[in-house]
């Protein structure tokens, strides 16, 4: 078997994981003392459930393996497209999805959650294919906010010195979507970020505001130019990154959708894509990214650390 490169990055990860600020040149660990953590929290994207391919074995897997950790977390934050789709899903279909990540989630998760809501956990926005007329109880984004009991479709919580803001990136484009904020969202943003300015932010969205592997996926540089599908990553990214300009407490952007794991830091802001629970829909590797989820440190100096931890499932064979 090859070795990986991933495989070798991974041997080079030392066994216990140092917030930022204790890897800068020049600072002896003498000198500075360890900052206190606030919360370690598992951030799960992209599950992509269904009663087919072994997906509940395999959700049932990432949580044993995530709740069995020596440091295990608190709290897990959800990054979206739990369910394989609905947003073309018939009703029943759509039921049978949830159901099953509703009784693997009874069954597995110790800890509490808070959910993100993810392009297709979206009910039946292609009208044509689900069949919908847009006057179903639960159709569109309430399904999400009904079946996760969700405060809204976006929503903020503190803990301690830290603010999380949910986000919601699925915006509608006829029958399909687009990635960015409604108007109504990015102004709740914006006073969200103004009252919280005490605290350092943690955001999530379903949707990458700022990635570097959405380039890498595919042919993107057709014609002689980057060009990105209008779902890939946040159109609006650049008013977002005006807002985040004027809070330097806005530290990590946290998303999911590309299945792949990447790393931007701009204007201070570090921005993580954080792979996939299922990898590619349950079949394997997809490209660089094994099934796995997120571990993120928050420390109360505003510092933080993250590592994308793969839990060893193997697909089973169509
Ligand atoms: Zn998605």
Redesign the pocket.
Known sequence: MPIKRRDLLAAAVPAVLLPASCARPGRRAEQTPAPKRVIRFAHFT?IHIEPRRNAPEGLAQALQHMQALEDKPTLLITG??HVMDSFSAKASWTDEQFDAFRKVMRRHCRIPVKYCI???DVWGWDKKSSETTGREPHWGKNRPIHEFQMPGRYYGFSKGPWHFIILDS?HTADSNYKARLDDEQFAWLQAELETHRDKFIAIIS??PILSVAAFLDGDNAKEGHWSLPK?WMHLDAVALKDVFAKYPNVKLCIS???HLVDRAEYNGVTYICDGAVCAAWWKGDYMECDEGYGVFDLYADGTFAHQYIPYGWIPVPE
């Open positions: 992209d979206g497209d993810g392009n297709h699925t379903h949707i779902e999911g959708h590309l």
